[in-house]
């Protein structure tokens, strides 16, 4: 015979279900008792402690039949559950700070009131992305516990440090009744976080741009004075970071600027107005043009072709870049009929990545495919800028291999400033290494940048790679590079300005204009070649 717990049984499901159910009542977290109407108790589940017991009543009715049912609940447990419930609601998890639910709510109060003047200060850890990159999520996430610590020492009960997100946090200061004395205030908060923080074992140094907006004169609802909060700190982070901005006339005029060029951007974009500039890339020797390097340009509305000016750093930044590589790359393969006429078949095509990009593996593969598609391959070199060479190993071992398996080069663009030092040269495995026209202006009167020069040219010529100077623009500085070093190329107004192809007359004007004969090459600069390009055939901006 079956147990009650076997398969087979016989017993009813009915009765088995109806004692199942039974027991889980029994075992449940609360008071539960059914009464008839005849006073019959149809069901009690054991007896608790009434003291710490929420009860209440309801009256049912079942298929005619009236029941009185109690439920009690452990207050404590209710209570215990309600607060988690809060707190996950309106509390950041990793700080313990309020979180933006609870400040837009607590602004909103404020809001309403209008009694009284208060500060919203939007604060942004600096570089805390290559904090997290260098030490480790854990590092980071205990370095964010100890900024809210050091924020919120020091503030009133009527004051409120929320966490938004990331590194971003908002300090709401009210009452305020002084502006000198808020500004003094914001300043030393920001010079304490510039004091060291000891995490495991690392000493770590950071600094955070506030950007600060004021109730009822910078906007009366929570969104405006957020959104210029925000303004004002990422003004004041361009111009220096770790420091107090607070909001004005000028960052709004900024801000409409912003946004008119963002818009020109998008439709410049979507009706395809972005096209191509070639600047060559010149022999010192033989003054035969080797390659060129692509150029950005863009039409305006009244089609007046531009430099890129502030547009491309903000494409890059609104994440439009992207497209706008692509755009360039699809006109030159579009035009490879007359460049190869301008500048000769051989000749190698250098295009620019940006640093956002060249550490993007999704981008560069489908970059890398496009250049492969056009089926010259071998003549593209592949720019890229110095913000790349902080992530080296991962374009090493990740995007290198891409570029050097469809046949195309590297080289290493404005060599010298900003991030780059000479065991870059030794760390990427690069063809050519273009050296900044901060080292080359005036060089034949500079002789600590001639020994620079010289420096960058040994290594990268013991390292198989072709040295590049940019910015040559007068005979002194030709004549000082052939005489004392054995670099090779050489790009600037000296030889030519960016020649955007429909700027030029002809196609027979062209080739007499932008290919050198053989019996013009000599070992002196080509005073020839130069002079043909600056007959106003070609755009006068002065920009690389």
């Known amino acids: 015979m079956g147990t009650p717990s076997d398969p087979t049984s016989k017993e009813p499901t009915a009765q088995r279900d109806h004692g199942d159910l039974s027991i889980i009542l029994a075992a449940a977290p609360l008071g539960l008792t059914i009464v008839a109407a005849d006073g019959n108790t149809v069901f009690c589940s054991p007896a608790k402690n009434s003291d710490s017991f929420r009860t209440r009543r309801f009256d049912i009715d079942v298929n005619g039949r009236a029941y009185a049912l109690s439920i009690s609940l452990d207050e404590s447990e209710w209570e215990s559950r309600e607060d988690e419930l809060i707190r996950s609601a309106y509390f950041d998890d990793l700080t313990g700070l309020p979180n933006r639910s609870l400040l837009e709510r607590s602004l909103s109060g404020l809001i309403a009131d209008a009694n009284g003047t208060f500060a919203l200060a939007f604060i942004d850890v600096d570089g805390f992305k290559s904090i997290n990159d260098y030490y480790g999520h854990g590092v980071g996430d205990r370095l964010l516990v100890k900024i809210a610590e050091r924020l919120s020492a ?35 908060m920001s010079e304490r976080l510039k004091e060291p923080f000891f995490i495991d074992g690392y000493e770590i140094l950071v ?44 960052i709004q005029r900024v801000v409409d600027k912003r946004s008119r060029l963002e818009q020109r951007i998008r439709l410049a974009i979507r009706d395809k107005r972005v096209c191509c500039a ?46 706008l590589t692509h755009l360039i790359l699809a006109e030159t393969v ?19 990545v940006a640093a956002k990009q060249a550490g993007d593996r999704q981008f560069m593969r489908s970059f890398v495919d496009a250049i492969e598609e056009t089926g010259f391959a071998s003549r593209f070199i592949v720019e890229i800028t110095e913000e790349t060479l902080l992530s080296r190993n991962e374009f090493q071992e990740c995007i290198l291999p891409m570029i050097r398996a469809i046949g195309a080069k ?34 034949h009167r500079r002789p600590r940048n001639q020994s620079i020069l010289k420096a960058i040219e040994a290594l990268g010529h013991s390292l198989g790679m072709t040295i590049v100077v940019e910015g040559v ?67 006068n901006e002065r920009r690389y």
């Open 207 to 250: 600094s955070a741009s506030f950007g600060v907006s004021l109730f009822p004169d910078h906007g009366r609802a929570y969104d405006v004075l957020r959104d210029n909060a925000d303004r004002a700190m990422y003004d004041g982070k361009t111009i220096c970071k770790g420091t107090v901005r607070f909001f004005d006339e000028s």
């Open 278 to 323: 070639y600047q060559p890339k010149v022999n010192l020797r033989s003054g035969e043009t080797m390659g060129v390097e692509v150029l950005m340009r863009w039409r305006d509305e009244e089609g007046a072709i531009q430099p890129p000016g502030d547009f491309l750093g903000l494409a890059v930044e609104l994440g439009l870049i992207d497209e």
């Open 154 to 188: 020091g503030l009133r009960r009527s004051d409120m440090l929320a966490r938004l997100s990331g590194d971003e946090f908002v300090l709401l200061v009210s009452p305020v009744h002084d502006r000198l004395e808020l500004e003094r205030d914001l300043v030393w």
């Open 473 to 539: 623009e007068s005979f002194e500085e030709v004549a000082f590079l052939q005489a004392t070093t054995r670099v090779e190329l050489a790009q600037g107004y000296y030889f030519a300005k960016p020649i955007v192809l429909d700027e030029v007359v002809s196609a027979g004007a062209e080739v007499e204009q932008f290919r050198i004969s053989e019996t013009a090459r000599s070992s002196q600069p080509s005073r020839q070649f130069s002079g043909r390009l600056q007959q106003g055939l070609v755009s």
């Open 334 to 352: 579009a035009s490879i009929d007359r460049l190869n006429e301008m500048f000769g078949p051989t000749s190698t095509i250098s295009i620019n």
């Open 410 to 443: 590297i080289s290493i663009d404005d060599f010298g400033v900003g991030f780059s030092s000479l065991s870059v040269l030794a760390d990427i495995t690069a063809d050519e290494v273009k050296i900044d026209r901060s080292f080359i202006t005036k060089l």
